[in-house]
């Protein structure tokens, strides 16, 4: 079974420039999370999902930050513009959803890291 | 902000030593997970336990809950040089299903 896919794994940017991460959970997994993962640091949720629904993004810097799940399925987190603090691996992770236990055990993808010069 | 504290920040072992790593939390918890990250590679799920359970056992790892004390521990034992990573704990405050890690311990395991 395939884990879960993000794109790209390595990315450089300048800062104010566009930037967006791309996530493919595990399939029939219907929760989706992104997280932020500073050097030194565990991951930071900053937005869920519920299939194509975002139930939690109050840790989500709204003024350059974006995401959607428009199918349910996979997921597009940008950054626009992006500032030299944005440095940081990005994380997807899945889950089974609102199943009785599903939410426990998360599944994590292997990260996007963001340089921003 | 990040509820869970790993104790020791880092820890350097010989291989076949048993390493212990502590997590102490600020909030009431549905569970605790425990989760391994090596260089390189994504977050690994090692173990949950639940808030009603106070020790918990797979393979070589045993995770304590001592729910009085707000803490838990993770005991790898005989280790591996192939355990070395960063143990990160998390907590699931069960109100929204959100999890929250800790900084993490750096294992280094020496052959």
């Known amino acids: 079974e395939a884990g879960v896919v993000q794109s790209p794994r390595y990315k450089i940017i300048e800062k104010k420039q566009p930037v967006a991460f791309w996530c493919n959970p595990i399939?029939?997994?219907?929760?989706l999370y992104w997280y932020l993962q500073n050097l030194g640091q565990g991951p930071e949720l900053l937005i869920r999902?519920?299939?194509?629904?975002?139930?939690?993004d109050s840790q989500l810097p709204k003024d350059r930050f974006s995401a959607e799940r428009l199918k349910g399925v996979d997921s597009t987190l940008k950054i626009q513009p992006a500032e030299l603090g944005d440095s940081a691996v990005y994380l997807c992770?899945?889950?089974?959803?609102?199943?009785?236990?599903?939410?426990?055990?998360?599944?994590f993808g292997p990260g996007t890291r963001l340089t921003v010069l | 902000s990040q509820q869970g504290e790993e104790d020791p920040q880092a820890l350097s072992i010989q291989e076949g030593e048993n390493a212990t790593m502590n997590c102490s939390y600020k909030?009431?918890?549905?569970?605790l997970q425990w989760y391994r990250q090596n260089s390189g590679r994504g977050l690994v799920h090692l173990i949950l336990i639940r808030s009603n359970e106070r020790e918990k056992h797979s393979g070589r790892l045993r995770v304590t809950l001592d729910t009085s004390k707000k803490s838990s521990s993770l005991l790898i034992t005989a280790s591996r040089a192939a355990d070395t990573a960063s143990y990160f704990c998390?907590?699931?405050?069960?109100?929204?299903?959100?999890?929250?890690f800790g900084k993490g311990t750096l294992l280094t395991v020496n052959p």
């Open positions: 998390a907590t699931d405050g069960g109100s929204n299903y959100k999890l929250t």
């Open positions: 992770a899945s889950s089974l959803g609102d199943l009785a236990g599903a939410h426990d055990e998360q599944f």
């Open positions: 399939s029939g997994h219907n929760t």
């Open positions: 999902y519920e299939n194509e629904e975002a139930v939690d």
């Open positions: 909030t009431s918890i549905n569970n």
